[in-house]
């Protein structure tokens, strides 16, 4: 008991020290940065494509820049591969060839190929073209896309997330082997583990069957929850706010209700018996588009927007100090959006585990659906 | 600015919703406060499913 006060103060002062600093850090990369390129945020749409830019992924890990006196951009951080299939085959190369540059000016050359990335995209210039030209709209009219398997911010989140989970759970599992309760850190996960079991899947799958949907269930936990709280963190990453990342979470839910669904679920659905035969391919279509469109919709929209909207939000806010400078002084702004900041980030500790608690429990409860016998009489 | 006023009227339906939902959750704890448990499931769920239809429409108008 005394153990687990111990764990519980230390948590919490962690969580505090980490919410401050990421407030922090947040507030103060606002006054130095701006896009990948260079110059200071000023103006509110400077401040907008600064929200917009975090929001999207990047090739580049980038912590923090800022300009020297002598109008250089420094850049803090790290670079990360960059891996194409391009018309000659696999391309491989690092992100700091293109040298921060996100608008096209500078190619790199492999393969007899050229390379040039704008807004984030990687695209391949044309055979007998030397520099990417724009129409009015600023699209590219001589480059085209290429296939980017490239290890971006977004990847590199998932993989820390997927290696804290391996590794915690894996530890977490040995310990059983030799003893009834879990010490250190796992103290901490065996009732989360339980949370998941006792609220999410026994009362939506029901007692029969839950056990074959668990490790599902605590992966897509673990792993939203993980990658909310590290959207937090100074690190800016934004990886549950990727509509690619939830799309596939959506369609992965998707699949397993689909392969699990019991031989009432599909009578019900295709063929819903005790209604009238006319009305039967009618409710078929209603049926299948609920389950195969509507259902995954739903549930990869949610954690998408609200990610995103809780990201701008308090970006947002965090550039209130550039713009309330000229009312307020740089002490008086910095103060109010310090601590307004402070406050959306603790709700945004309670959206993280609410969206990563919603996703599980709803997708518990379309498997549920799809699993379930009925008694027939 | 069309697209504002929508976001605008989202948001007033979104709001009355949850309203209901979080309201006559609260009422049924008050009533039976043993079920306070299964009320708050169910009130996030349905919370859930329509916030996902606010923001689905919030994504299709911009």
């Known amino acids: ?377 | 600015m069309y697209n504002l006023i929508g976001a605008g009227l989202i948001v007033i339906g979104g709001g009355i919703g949850l309203g209901q939902i979080g309201g006559k959750a609260m009422e049924g704890i008050a009533r039976q406060p043993e079920a306070a448990g299964k009320i708050q499931t169910a009130m996030i769920i349905i919370g859930a499913l329509l916030e996902g239809l606010a923001f689905g429409a919030l994504l299709l108008g911009k």
């Open chain 1, 1 to 377: 008991m005394k153990i687990a006060q111990k764990s519980i103060k230390f948590l919490a002062l962690a969580l505090l020290v980490l919410i401050s600093a990421t407030s922090f850090a947040s507030s103060t990369d606002k006054k130095h940065d701006t896009q990948n390129d260079g110059g200071r945020v000023n103006s509110k749409e400077e401040i907008s494509d600064y929200i917009k830019h975090h929001l999207a992924d990047s090739h580049d890990f980038t912590l923090f820049s800022y300009s020297n006196d002598a109008g250089e951009r420094k850049h803090f951080g790290f670079s990360l591969p960059v891996i194409l299939w391009s018309s000659k085959g696999l391309v491989a190369f690092m992100s700091s060839e293109f040298h921060h540059n996100d608008d096209g000016h500078v190619l790199v050359d492999r393969k007899g190929l050229k390379f040039a990335k704008i807004h984030s995209k990687i695209f391949e210039l044309d055979a007998n073209a030397s520099t990417v030209s724009f129409d009015e709209t600023h699209h590219a009219t001589n480059a085209h896309k290429v296939l980017d398997f490239s290890i971006t911010k977004s990847v590199v989140g998932i993989l820390i997330a997927g290696f804290l989970i391996f590794f915690g759970f894996t530890k977490l599992a040995k310990q059983y082997k030799t003893r009834d309760i879990p010490k250190g850190f796992g103290r901490v996960l065996e009732p989360l583990v339980l949370y998941v079991r006792d609220e999410i899947a026994k009362p939506n799958i029901g007692e029969k069957k839950y056990r074959k949907f668990m490790p599902y269930l605590l992966t897509v936990f673990f792993f939203i929850w993980i990658l909310n709280l590290m959207g937090l963190t100074p690190l800016g990453f934004n990886v549950t706010g990727q509509i690619a990342v939830t799309v596939c979470l959506a369609l992965i839910t998707l699949v397993v209700y689909i392969t699990n669904g019991s031989k009432d679920f599909w009578a019900h659905t295709l063929w819903m018996p005790g209604v009238p035969k006319l009305l039967r391919p009618i409710l078929a279509v209603l049926e299948l588009a609920g389950f195969l469109l509507i259902k995954p919709f739903s549930l990869l929209v949610r954690l998408f927007a609200n990610i995103t909207a809780g990201h701008s939000v308090v970006m947002g806010i965090a550039a209130l100090m550039i713009l309330l400078k000229s009312q307020f002084g740089t002490v008086g702004a910095t103060g109010i959006s310090f601590f307004l900041t402070l406050f959306l980030t603790v709700i945004e500790l309670l959206v993280a585990f609410l969206q990563a608690f919603i996703f599980t429990m709803l997708s518990a409860l379309f498997i549920g659906m799809a699993v379930e016998e009925h008694e027939h009489h």
